[in-house]
């Protein structure tokens, strides 16, 4: 299996809303996550524990009130999170998502 299809095989959670009556929702299982608001990606990130690094998140002032998160579930999260930010880049002209520029 090729990076692309490691990417393309992942099952994403539906979009849920950033807040934190969802977040204790998710499980506290690797993988990784895209946060968007106003239909534009904000965030991709990777964690051993999606619900921990959620909950954590809801303090970042870049995620605001209007912000969703979709997740899926991997033990590669740590390999996924440069294939999809490389897909990332190509698809925006070589940036990250706003959140993520520094």
């Known amino acids: 299996m090729n990076s692309r299809d490691d990417?393309?095989?992942?099952?994403?959670?539906s979009w849920i809303d950033f807040n934190s009556n969802s977040i204790d929702k998710i499980p506290?299982?690797?993988?990784?996550?895209?946060?968007?608001?106003?239909?534009?990606i904000l965030f991709i990130?990777?964690?051993?524990n999606l619900?921990?690094?959620?909950?954590?998140?809801l303090t970042?002032?870049?995620?605001?009130?209007?912000?969703r998160f979709s997740y899926?579930?991997?033990?590669?999260a740590d390999k996924l999170i440069l294939k999809l930010l490389n897909e990332y880049r190509n698809k925006h002209d070589g940036k990250l998502p706003l959140c993520m520029e520094q």
């Not at 990417?7 to 959670?13: A, Q």
């Not at 990130?45 to 051993?48: K, Q, T």
């Not at 899926?72 to 590669?76: P, R």
């Open 72 to 76: 899926a579930i991997s033990e590669a």
């Open 28 to 40: 506290e299982s690797e993988g990784v996550y895209k946060l968007h608001a106003n239909m534009k």
């Open 60 to 67: 970042n002032p870049c995620f605001n009130n209007n912000a």
């Open 7 to 13: 990417t393309l095989s992942l099952e994403w959670s």
């Open 51 to 57: 619900k921990l690094s959620l909950t954590q998140d």
């Open 45 to 48: 990130g990777n964690s051993r």
